[in-house]
């Protein structure tokens, strides 16, 4: 088998060598004692759901083909390190990568694979055009010229026949968008245009008509006569699609049981007592024999042959290669973050919903709280009844910024965790560079929805605080929210689990606040807990900016101060609140961003 770009036998046409398609240096992958087991546990008994398997891809189509369930996914994700030892599943594969052994769930080595999963995770307010170009921008080396990637980008889109949708939006859930199969072919051209030496493509065709199939396939044909290895998951191809493949790996029951040159298969088959019938698609024949012949008595007949060890060679570490150039190769931090927070501002303005909800539920909810305390400010603070409606109007205020930032960051972020986990998987930009753009992003919406609480709240119910203090009072708070939110959808697997976990946050916070129960009258073991709750500490200054003045006569000034104690806001401890609230926000946006990186180098 082919190894090296100077092994590839095949006549290149000229102008295939240029864009997507442009010659370069093949990496081969060899692999051997690959095996993936669910262990047994209480009643469910151990599951073998890959044995022993081995193989190689070089610089041609390999095809994996099998019945449903005999181990395909399975052994491209040990392959692209995304299958790993977690609870019952156990995982054990030499892995080599141009003869260097690798562990291929190691982010270094999976940043070498070009891999398009089965679901697209694509940003759904881009277009096509501008999904590849991001790609391409961010991955290519930084030497390429826009022009130039503007003129990979039409090409991969003409190639994979996305001229007809290509300014149209993705869309999603939130946004209606291209069809299935054009987000499928993006998704292939988005991994494609970054000239890949390994390509990995679990069930690229599936969801495709015959044409877009073959047009898929004859791109993928492209791209391993440039050099690449592109190794591909396929269910029944159609005869002219299979005639396309090199090479062909079959796997049944999570074992493999031909491996070798598709030109082989039917004499492999024949030899074993398994001739292909006259007329007969060969891809469809050997699926058939793989499903109706016992295992016992395809083993008797030869197949299931011995694997091979993946031989121990000393070619170069492309690992130490590619690390050494890896300051040449892409764009700095400031473009990443750049593209990111451009491709974050067209999402607000295409997915009008984003902003829209967080808007009108902000404003929706703030006029209700504005009409039930309407004008409490101008209310007679010699009675203590009313001083009390002002200080509920403030708490009430503050817990819409609290709630109003969180929860749509915690709904949004986890639907776009896994297009994050993907472009950092394959090496778009650093954790660094995302959590900037991120934050820069909720900073932005933050003091837009803070601006209409601020300015609602404020004059419906009549406040006397200074207005200024008001508001960067609520947006710093609002912020910790958000750096709250972010820490649980870091961390919490299942967005809507994650989204069950902001009240457990939250609503102690409230508690605490001071305004059902004075903080002194909370048992002691309990009540240092109110120094971690961001909440208390905004409520305790809006108190102070709005009470802690000439209230107008003796006894409303005796109130006012009765308030703030009740409120456990003391004026000496003013410049503290405000570093615990700052302090709060750093600690836990450092919390996320670590919980981030944990999880994208998983
Ligand atoms: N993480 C896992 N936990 C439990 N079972 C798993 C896990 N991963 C794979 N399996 C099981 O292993 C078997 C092989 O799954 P896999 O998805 O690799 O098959 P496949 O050949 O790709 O199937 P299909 O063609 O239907 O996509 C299936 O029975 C599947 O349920």
């Not at 100077?6 to 095996?35: H, Y």
């Not at 690798?102 to 982010?107: G, R, W, Y």
């Not at 299931?304 to 031989?311: L, M, V």
């Not at 919903?353 to 539920?361: C, P, V």
């Amino acid at each position: 088998m082919d190894t090296g770009s100077t092994a590839v036998n095949k006549i290149l046409d000229k102008n295939e060598m240029s864009g997507p398609f442009q010659s370069r240096q093949g990496k081969s992958l060899k692999w051997s004692n690959v095996n993936m087991t669910l262990v047994a546990k209480g009643k469910s008994p151990e599951k073998k759901i890959l044995q022993n398997v081995w193989g190689e891809a070089g610089n041609e189509t390999t095809a994996i083909m099998g019945p449903s369930g005999s181990g395909k996914t399975s052994l491209l994700n040990v392959l692209s390190g995304r299958a790993r030892n977690l609870g019952r599943l156990k995982v054990t594969a030499d892995v080599k990568l141009d003869g260097k052994s690798v562990n291929p769930t190691d982010v270094s080595v999976r940043q070498h694979i070009a891999f398009v999963e089965q679901d697209d995770t694509l940003c759904i307010s881009a277009t096509p055009r501008e999904a590849i170009f991001f790609s391409a921008k961010l991955r290519l080396p930084k030497s390429y010229m826009d022009e130039q990637l503007h003129t990979l980008t039409d090409r991969m889109l003409t190639e994979l026949g996305l001229q007809g949708c290509a300014d149209t939006i993705i869309g999603g859930t939130l946004a209606k968008g291209i069809s299935g199969g054009e987000r499928k072919r993006t998704s292939v051209g988005v991994e494609l245009v970054t000239q890949p030496s390994i390509v990995f493509l679990d069930e690229p065709t599936s969801g495709l008509d015959s044409f877009s199939a073959l047009q898929l396939v004859q791109v993928l044909d492209k791209v391993a006569r440039a050099g690449a290895s592109v190794l591909f998951t396929i269910h029944q191809p159609q005869s002219d699609i299979f005639d396309m493949f090199d090479r062909m790996i079959l796997m049944n029951k999570g074992q493999v049981m031909y491996q070798g040159d598709v030109e082989n298969m039917t004499d492999y088959f024949e030899s074993r007592g398994h001739p292909l019938p006259p007329k007969y698609n060969p891809a469809d024949y050997v699926m058939i024999v793989a499903q109706t012949i016992p295992e016992k008595e395809l083993k008797e007949a030869g197949f299931f042959s011995e694997r091979k060890e993946a031989d121990s060679s000393s070619e170069r570490s492309v690992l130490e290669y590619d690390t050494k150039n890896e300051h040449n190769r892409h764009v700095g931090a400031w473009i990443q973050v750049k593209y990111l927070v451009q491709r974050d501002f067209q999402s607000l303005v295409r997915v009008k919903t984003i902003l829209g909800a967080r808007l009108a539920l902000t404003g929706f909810m703030t006029v209700l709280t504005g009409f039930i305390f309407w004008q409490v400010g101008d209310g007679n603070l010699e009675d203590l009844v009313e001083v009390q409606s002002i200080f509920g109007g403030l708490v009430t205020a503050c817990m819409l910024a609290m709630f109003g930032s969180a929860m749509p960051t915690l709904i949004v972020f986890p639907e776009e965790r896994p297009v994050f986990l993907r472009e950092y998987a394959t090496n778009h930009y650093s954790v660094v560079s995302y959590f900037l753009s991120r934050l820069l992003l909720e900073a932005i919406l933050t003091a837009i929805q803070m601006v209409v609480l601020a300015i609602l709240s404020y004059f419906m119910m009549a406040l006397s605080l200074d207005f200024g203090l008001y508001f960067i009072t609520l947006y710093t708070l609002a912020m910790s929210s958000t750096a709250l939110a972010m820490v649980i959808g870091s961390t919490v697997e299942d967005p809507k689990i994650a989204v069950e976990f902001l009240p457990i946050t939250l609503v102690p916070q409230i508690m605490f606040a001071g305004f059902f129960i004075a903080p002194d009258l909370i048992p002691v073991w309990l009540r240092w807990l109110q120094y971690i709750m961001p909440l208390s500490y905004a409520v305790n200054l809006v108190m102070d900016y709005e009470f802690n003045q000439d209230c107008g006569s003796e006894q409303a000034n005796t109130n006012c101060q009765n308030i703030l104690d009740i409120a456990g806001s003391d004026s000496d401890d003013i410049w503290w609140y405000w570093l615990a609230l700052v302090a709060i926000f750093v600690v836990l946006r450092s919390v996320a961003l670590v919980c981030l990186k944990r999880k994208a180098e998983k």
